[in-house]
């Protein structure tokens, strides 16, 4: 296990690597270059300046969070396949790079989904939260409006606003895409990237979809074990791997999360572990990383992922805005270093137990 942080760039994170540097068992950070937007190609000599950027604080790039994927090459449109030969050249340059584990999504429209990016918590912390009962009232315009008003001035990952600005547009383009075209489609996304992922060794680590139930009416195809299993099986290549995102697959209660994990030997690359609170069915908010201040066992969790010998990063996922800090929604730098520092010490006692025996 690699202990990482996601890091947006010097230009865009309110988090130092310095800072990060200084979290106990930091070693690497989870980056991207968040100011190219999805479809266009990375260049090389933008991933060399951040890698070398990294490397100068003394830690490593881990892996990449997120190449954007076009809804063109989602939708299944005839100009998917230019995009998709943009998406080959930037990973052709990562791999030149030595970067060798991109973790993407397949969500139409949204990334993932918050109704409220401040709910205040009875100890006076902030956290990310969602009532569907609020998404049902409301049309994807205006829920995109406010979200983009409640973001701290910060840009999100997945609303970008050069995509979202043209929500009805995107709206139409998907008004006949099935679940089944949705899968179909990521499928041929995957199969035509296979050479170059093959030639530099590089993991693509799907994230799952958050909410996992449709949102909208978009069609959301990641949701659980069955549809990850299902996803390995269509492509069985040594490319096509997961992120195990505790947060996004909880987000269903109904989903086992370590039997998730205990499903997909070997093809889990990546993971976030974090915690949510469930109230009820559609209502959640999230929590702090020690597990008595949610509904998930982050303990069963972290030993799952030792069991079937995960040797991947693992972040800290989204935190809790506390101590006064201002950053962006789920990305502050004090919350997630408790929650490093919480996992590191799940992964010691696992590690300390086994050896006992």
Same mark, same amino acid.
């Given at each position: 296990?690699?202990?990482?942080?996601?890091?947006?760039?010097?230009?865009?994170?309110?988090?130092?690597?310095?800072?990060?540097?200084?979290?106990?068992?930091?070693?690497?950070?989870?980056?991207?270059? #968040?100011?190219?937007?999805?479809? +266009? $190609?990375?260049?090389?000599?933008?991933?060399?300046?951040? =890698? @070398?950027?990294?490397?100068?604080a003394g830690l490593k790039i881990e892996g990449i969070e997120s190449v954007n994927v076009h809804d063109d090459i989602k939708?299944?449109?005839?100009?998917?396949?230019?995009?998709?030969?943009?998406?080959?050249?930037?990973?052709?340059?990562?791999?030149?790079?030595?970067?060798?584990?991109?973790?993407?999504?397949?969500?139409?429209?949204?990334?993932?989904?918050?109704?409220?990016?401040?709910?205040?918590?009875?100890?006076?912390?902030?956290?990310?939260?969602?009532?569907?009962?609020?998404?049902?009232?409301?049309?994807?315009?205006?829920?995109?409006?406010?979200?983009?008003?409640?973001?701290?001035?910060?840009?999100?990952?997945?609303?970008?606003?050069?995509?979202?600005?043209?929500?009805?547009?995107?709206?139409?383009? #998907?008004?006949?895409?099935?679940? +089944? $075209?949705?899968?179909?489609?990521?499928?041929?996304?995957? =199969? @035509?990237?296979?050479?170059?992922?093959?030639?530099?060794?590089?993991?693509?680590?799907?994230?799952?979809?958050?909410?996992?139930?449709?949102?909208f009416g978009l069609p959301r195809i990641i949701t659980g074990k069955d549809a990850l299993v299902k996803l390995m099986k269509?492509?069985?290549?040594?490319?096509?791997?997961?992120?195990?995102?505790?947060?996004?697959?909880?987000?269903?209660?109904?989903?086992?999360?370590?039997?998730?994990?205990?499903?997909?030997?070997?093809?889990?690359?990546?993971?976030?572990?974090?915690?949510?609170?469930?109230?009820?069915?559609?209502?959640?908010?999230?929590?702090?990383?020690?597990?008595?201040?949610?509904?998930?066992?982050?303990?069963?969790?972290?030993?799952?992922?030792?069991?079937?010998?995960?040797?991947?990063?693992?972040?800290p996922d989204h935190g809790r805005m506390i101590w006064g800090e201002k950053a962006m929604p789920g990305y502050g730098l004090?919350?997630?270093?408790?929650?490093?520092?919480?996992?590191?010490?799940?992964?010691?006692?696992?590690?300390?137990?086994?050896?006992?025996?």
């Amino acid at each position: 296990m690699k202990m990482t942080m996601r890091w947006y760039g010097s230009q865009f994170d309110t988090v130092t690597l310095q800072q990060i540097k200084q979290i106990p068992g930091m070693t690497g950070v989870i980056t991207t270059l #968040y100011d190219i937007p999805a479809g +266009e $190609k990375w260049p090389l000599d933008k991933i060399q300046a951040i =890698k @070398a950027e990294v490397e100068a604080a003394g830690l490593k790039i881990e892996g990449i969070e997120s190449v954007n994927v076009h809804d063109d090459i989602k939708i299944g449109l005839p100009s998917r396949d230019k995009y998709i030969q943009n998406y080959i050249e930037s990973l052709e340059n990562l791999g030149k790079c030595g970067i060798d584990m991109v973790c993407y999504n397949f969500m139409p429209v949204f990334d993932w989904t918050r109704t409220d990016l401040a709910k205040e918590r009875p100890d006076g912390s902030t956290v990310m939260a969602y009532d569907q009962a609020k998404v049902d009232a409301i049309d994807p315009q205006t829920f995109f409006d406010t979200t983009t008003t409640n973001s701290n001035g910060f840009v999100m990952p997945g609303w970008e606003p050069e995509r979202l600005g043209h929500v009805k547009e995107l709206f139409d383009a #998907y008004k006949d895409v099935s679940s +089944e $075209k949705l899968f179909d489609n990521l499928v041929y996304f995957l =199969k @035509a990237i296979g050479p170059v992922c093959e030639k530099y060794g590089i993991k693509m680590a799907i994230h799952p979809d958050d909410p996992s139930w449709p949102v909208f009416g978009l069609p959301r195809i990641i949701t659980g074990k069955d549809a990850l299993v299902k996803l390995m099986k269509a492509v069985d290549k040594p490319y096509n791997g997961v992120t195990f995102c505790a947060g996004s697959l909880g987000t269903n209660p109904k989903n086992d999360l370590p039997a998730i994990i205990r499903a997909l030997p070997g093809r889990i690359y990546f993971a976030h572990v974090r915690n949510l609170h469930h109230f009820a069915p559609g209502l959640f908010e999230e929590a702090a990383h020690l597990s008595s201040d949610g509904s998930f066992d982050l303990y069963e969790i972290c030993r799952a992922l030792d069991e079937i010998g995960f040797d991947g990063p693992v972040r800290p996922d989204h935190g809790r805005m506390i101590w006064g800090e201002k950053a962006m929604p789920g990305y502050g730098l004090y919350d997630r270093a408790l929650g490093a520092t919480y996992i590191n010490g799940l992964f010691e006692a696992i590690e300390k137990s086994k050896k006992s025996k």
